[in-house]
């Protein structure tokens, strides 16, 4: 009885621990698994599985099933001892301390002082004293910092090594041939486990009763993962300490990014302040609005049939609102957020190469990325070809089926890209279809007498809101989709390491996303009112037959919708995003651990409470990079439309990066430590998006904003030659005699709000000549003027930003002067001390063997003096 109460009724101290039953051994990964009824050739895989295990030399403990909370679930902790983790060591080439960094650390800001609201305590920020490494070697064990054993390789880095193994290891006996039956990933998918997960050293919201423990998640909990420590600086040596190199690097760039991003909402604040300000200046909306001209000129009807002739002046709310992003400081704030992007990436650069220094990741692609066959490759590639780099016969992809591969894919992308075309195209039809309906039904409508909100509902804003709405509802839906279908086009593909595979996802999962959420943008930016005709020759969506009618723009410009689509599109998805990262994960681990509640607190273990959390899996971290490059996108793209875009992309990431601390420290279980010495294959894309955001927001402002008309009239076409934008709106609008629309044009009987005959000539939105005239309806001087002044100054505007953006890159280098000289003095002492350290070895070597030749050579003197006695 007192035997089996000291292994099972264990006290919190033990059952809360990370080491084994003995308290020495620690544990570096668990797997777990229920007995099923008909798991007999389950329970032999686990059982060859688990024999090989320990042939390598991995340490198993089983937990029985009735230790566990549910009463059926098996825990097996796997230890690796020193030798284990040596071996490892020095076939990954994990870089460890060999001496102290002897280099003066110069790094002090001036002021200081000012900085320390937002610091933290130096034991968070630098957990670990600074030195210079080097790849381990096994059999000069003797050269590095070696103190405890037991500690040198701290968890993230043990736990790395016992996944490479589990990877790797096979659960076939010798004799049977069937080399595809291996690694722990094709054990977890055909259910052999239920799980592989590396432990949490403690409790969240307390640290471990264990001395020996670090307790780091509690640390990281109290420090980095509480949303009131928003203003705070991210612990990003400890984050990589113990979540690895791979989500410390994701986190140093999302925390760059939000910083840089508080520039571009200072400035594209005061833009909009701007625009606020010289709300009274703005001459063109006192036209509209006003009752002598905006409440005289009637305006043709906007679709056929169902729409009647209406007042400018009904469009009064939207041009002054239009007004808040369509001003001078438009064009200001799109050239500034083209040198702004190149700035952030320029400085990004140098951010990364000081941490793969200060994370010993220099050189890191060479000898692990490109070295380590992902487990799938080498189990599906039969055929075997000689590395000429390391000159043994590795597995390899025919060309011919690699090309097959190739061609399947991209033709299933073109596909899918296609698909989501084809929804975009529903939606535009659905706005010219429901814009008449609206048009309709609203002329009448009771919510038009309201007082303040009653003017602002018009057919355009409900078209334009529920077309978005809808748009937003078939994004989320198609995402799901993609998801799917971008990992089984990837897996088909065969890549051959992880970082070959993270690449290929990410491109194809970014042309999806891409085309999803921005194709509805760059149909209001470039599309809307480009192609409309005129009235009495109209253009429509599919031919005449289908009587969609293409969509105008209002007499204050396109920019509005635009910026409409913007706020719903970009808004939308970042609260559900939030909302779908902090609520779902927390509901089911409340819903997991709902039997746990019902026990003693000290009989929940510690591998029982993180197998009742969620599971981050491998792509984790990419799903959280493409919201963020997604969100990039929109406030770099179409930022021209909607200067306060980088605002709310700044309040969304500092929530975003306590919401994404809080899950991954709370609510998921310990990633496996992985490394990683840059954000990989997202750096090329952001690089390709800054150079395409120079060009959208050079067509945005020419083309959907009316910035350029106005000021082409100003300067060129101002009757009185003053310097003023008095008699813009009657300039900018032709002249149509109503009496020559056709019958398929003209509205119906009822469907005008006023008398028809006060008046018999209506106007549009263009430059045209006037009826009776004997180019009538043709193009005038003036727009070929103003197409000319758009092509200019996107010419302009491009080759200007351009020439800064070249001049920036080329002004900033890559890579730190300081971190230059610190990597060349880590390699120069390297070289140093592994020559001295093979002379000492050499001399002692030396000095044996002659110490032992002098031993010999006195013992035969002594046996030839016996001899001669």
């Not at 779908?580 to 019902?598: C, D, F, I, T």
């Not at 994404?660 to 990683?676: E, G, H, I, N, Y």
């Amino acid at each position: 009885s007192l035997d089996h109460n000291i292994l099972t009724g264990r006290t919190l101290l033990d059952k809360d621990s990370v080491f084994f039953r003995d308290g020495r051994r620690r544990i570096d990964f668990v797997l777990s698994y229920v007995d099923d009824k008909d798991g007999e050739r389950k329970q032999e895989r686990r059982k060859l599985y688990e024999a090989n295990l320990e042939k390598v030399g991995l340490e198993l403990e089983t937990e029985d099933k009735m230790e566990s909370d549910d009463g059926k679930t098996y825990f097996v902790k796997i230890h690796a001892p020193w030798e284990v983790l040596a071996t490892y060591a020095d076939v990954l080439k994990i870089k460890v301390p060999f001496k102290a960094n002897d280099i003066p650390d110069n790094s002090e800001m001036p002021m200081n002082w000012l900085s320390t609201p937002f610091r933290l305590p130096g034991h968070i920020m630098h957990p670990e004293p600074d030195y210079f490494t080097a790849p381990f070697n096994k059999d000069k064990s003797d050269f590095f910092l070696i103190g405890d054993k037991e500690t040198f390789f701290p968890p993230s880095t043990r736990n790395r090594i016992v996944y490479y193994i589990l990877s790797r290891c096979s659960y076939f006996r010798d004799e049977c041939g069937d080399k595809d039956k291996k690694g722990i990933k094709r054990l977890l998918n055909n259910g052999t486990y239920n799980a592989a997960f590396p432990l949490h050293d403690s409790r969240y919201w307390i640290r471990s009763r264990d001395p020996s423990c670090e307790s780091e998640r509690y640390s990281l909990y109290k420090h980095w993962a509480r949303f009131f420590s928003f203003f705070k600086e991210q612990p990003l040596n400890l984050i990589r300490k113990y979540y690895g190199e791979k989500i410390g690097i994701y986190f140093a760039w999302l925390g760059f990014y939000t910083e840089m991003l508080l520039f571009a909402a200072i400035v594209g604040t005061i833009c909009f302040v701007y625009g606020f300000l010289t709300y009274d200046d703005n001459e063109w909306s006192k036209e509209i609005c006003s009752a002598e001209i905006g409440g005289k000129i009637v305006m043709c009807p906007l679709c056929d049939k169902k729409c009647g002739y209406w007042k400018l002046n009904s469009t009064c709310n939207s041009s002054w609102q239009s007004h808040l992003f369509d001003n001078v400081g438009t064009v200001f704030f799109a050239i500034f957020m083209g040198i702004w992007v190149t700035l952030f990436l320029e400085f990004w650069k140098r951010r990364q190469a000081r941490l793969e220094y200060e994370w010993d990741l220099v050189d890191f692609e060479e000898e692990q990325q490109q070295l380590q066959l992902r487990p799938e490759y080498e189990t599906k590639c039969t055929n075997r070809k000689l590395n000429r780099i390391t000159q043994e016969m590795e597995p390899y992809l025919p060309i011919t089926s690699k090309c097959a591969r190739t061609c399947l894919s991209g033709a299933t992308v073109l596909f899918w890209i296609s698909l989501i075309i084809a929804c975009i195209i529903g939606v535009i039809a659905y706005r010219l279809a429901v814009y008449a309906a609206f048009a309709s039904i609203m002329k009448d409508n009771p919510t038009t007498h309201l007082q303040v909100v009653g003017p602002l509902i018009t057919p355009q804003l409900a078209t334009s809101v529920t077309a978005s709405c809808i748009n937003f509802v078939i994004i989320m839906i198609l995402n799901l989709m993609y998801e799917r279908v971008a990992v089984w086009i990837t897996d088909m593909e065969i890549p051959k390491t992880h970082l070959e595979y993270e690449n290929k996802l990410t491109v194809k999962m970014f042309l999806f996303q891409f085309v999803n959420y921005y194709s509805s943008c760059f149909y209001v930016a470039f599309f809307k009112g480009k192609f409309v005709g005129y009235p009495g020759d109209y253009v429509y969506m599919f031919g005449k037959w289908s009587k969609l009618r293409n969509e105008e723009c209002d007499p204050g410009g396109c920019l509005i919708e635009l910026t409409t689509q913007l706020v719903i599109v970009m808004t939308g998805k970042q609260v559900w995003g939030n909302i779908q990262e902090a609520l779902v994960p927390w509901l089911m681990n409340w819903w997991g651990s709902r039997k746990a509640r019902s026990h003693p607190e000290s009989l929940y273990s510690r591998w029982e409470q993180d197998h009742d959390l969620q599971v981050f899996g491998q792509l984790g971290l990419f799903y959280e990079y493409l919201e963020m490059v997604i969100q990039f996108g929109f406030i770099t793209l179409f930022v021209a439309s909607f200067p306060l875009a980088p605002l709310l992309a700044l309040i969304n990431n500092i929530i975003e990066v306590r919401v994404d601390s809080w899950k991954l420290t709370t609510q998921f279980r310990r990633p496996v430590a992985a490394k990683a010495h840059s954000i990989g294959a997202w750096q090329e894309i952001l690089n390709g998006m800054a150079i395409l955001s120079v060009v959208t927001n050079a067509f945005i402002v020419a083309f959907t904003s009316d910035m350029i008309p106005r000021l082409v009239y100003m300067y060129a076409y101002q009757p009185q030659g003053e310097m003023n934008m008095k008699g813009y709106i009657n300039n900018s609008l032709s002249v149509f005699n109503i009496s020559e629309f056709k019958l398929a044009n003209r509205p119906e009987d009822g469907e005008n709000p006023f008398c028809l005959c006060s008046f018999f000539l209506c106007r549009y939105r263009d430059y045209r000549y006037p009826p009776g005239h004997e180019k009538q309806y043709a193009h005038t001087m003036q727009f070929w003027h103003i197409l000319a002044a758009k092509l200019a100054f996107i010419i302009i505007m491009e080759h200007v930003v351009f020439l800064v953006k070249f001049f920036v890159a080329w002004m900033i280098p890559d890579v730190p002067s300081d971190v230059r000289a610190r990597v060349k003095r880590e390699r120069y002492l390297v070289q140093e001390y592994l020559h001295n350290y093979e002379v000492e070895k050499l001399k002692i070597q030396l000095s044996q063997n002659n110490h032992g030749e002098e031993l010999t050579l006195s013992a035969s003197r002594i046996t030839i003096d016996i001899i001669g006695d």
